[in-house]
């Protein structure tokens, strides 16, 4: 194992066998292929994306990466172990976080969980007590550690979540939407911890989430799976190139007027009443297009939009381009 292959897939395949109702009594079987002949490297220390729509085997690579889920085929080595072989041992080197599953106990206080993660994974108690406090401290979860986690907000959890994968210091994090549902505030204390977890600790992450939000602030490498294939790889603005996606300026005026027209690298897509949406490149700043608008129309709010990563995929097929 190189250190440009801590993580390594060669031609790996998931088929699932699914049966289907055929009629009143018989059922047939149906082969599923989740995910369909994935290869990939990622570096130790590296924080890389790894996106797609719902249901393009995001999960179900994660699930294969932790020993979870035994591939149909190809090979699969993590920091050169083979995860569905060596569970037991690969536990010890890697954390994961399910946004949609906890791994905390439910009528636990959030202090007693962690105790009982310290003894699952044997860490010692000074490095225990070291990692609790930086976690506490960083995530803000002093208040909440003697709150049952089933009283928590799922900001709370998440946070919660976060840290006990963490706790015995993992050579890799895997997270599987860590910020979904949470409040920007909450998103903002996720991300600035991962940040540096990854670049004190040289923890290798792979991320996995909806919010293009999260990979831009994180991550300088994306990866793109859909219908279990790998469509992409590389930095996010040669995804947005590819997908030709373009951000959404939302304009609030003081009443209903005509569309707007005549502001330089925008167009607008949609009117209703006094809303308008226009329609502007990625890679451009808004900055010129705001000011283009108040100063001709009576501006009274206004929100940018990131593209929506179904969005941007889909443009990726309809043009035939990163496959």
Not at 133 to 146: F, Q
Not at 149 to 159: A, D, F, I, N, T
Not at 241 to 251: D, H, K, N, Q, Y
Request: hydrophobic share 40%; net charge neutral; proline share 5%.
């Amino acid at each position: 194992m190189s250190e440009e292959g801590f993580i390594e897939l060669d031609g790996v395949e998931k088929v699932f066998d699914v049966r289907r109702k055929a009629g009143f009594l018989r059922r047939e079987r149906h082969r599923v292929r989740a995910v369909d002949g994935i290869g990939f490297r990622v570096a130790r220390g590296e924080m890389v994306g790894y996106i797609g729509p719902n249901g393009a085997g995001k999960s179900t690579t994660i699930k294969m990466l932790t020993g979870i889920l035994t591939p149909s085929a190809g090979r699969l080595r993590v920091a050169g172990v083979d995860p569905s072989r060596e569970r037991t041992r690969l536990a010890h080197r890697i954390g994961v976080v399910f946004g949609q599953r906890t791994t905390l106990w439910w009528d636990l206080p959030l202090r007693d969980s962690y105790g009982l993660v310290r003894r699952m994974y044997r860490v010692p108690e000074a490095r225990y007590r070291s990692n609790l406090e930086r976690c506490v401290e960083l995530l803000d979860l002093g208040d909440l550690l003697d709150v049952p986690v089933r009283q928590l907000s799922l900001g709370q959890r998440m946070r919660g979540d976060i840290a006990a994968a963490l706790l015995h210091d993992p050579e890799v994090l895997y997270l599987d939407e860590p910020t979904i549902g949470l409040d920007v505030v909450s998103k903002a204390k996720v991300r600035g911890f991962l940040r540096e977890v990854n670049a004190e600790r040289g923890t290798t992450v792979l991320l996995t989430t909806h919010d293009l939000t999260d990979i831009e602030q994180l991550c300088e490498r994306v990866m793109v799976i859909d219908h279990g294939r790998l469509v992409h790889d590389g930095g996010l603005d040669a995804l947005h190139t590819a997908g030709e996606s373009e951000r959404t300026l939302v304009v609030d005026l003081a009443r209903a007027l005509p569309p707007i027209e005549g502001v330089p690298g925008a167009r607008t897509v949609k009117v209703e009443g006094p809303r308008q949406w226009l329609a502007f490149a990625t890679g451009q700043s808004a900055a010129p297009i705001v000011a283009a608008v108040a100063e001709r129309y009576p501006l009274v709010d206004l929100s940018v939009r990131e593209p929506d990563i179904e969005d941007v995929i889909a443009r990726m097929y309809a043009g035939g381009k990163g496959l």
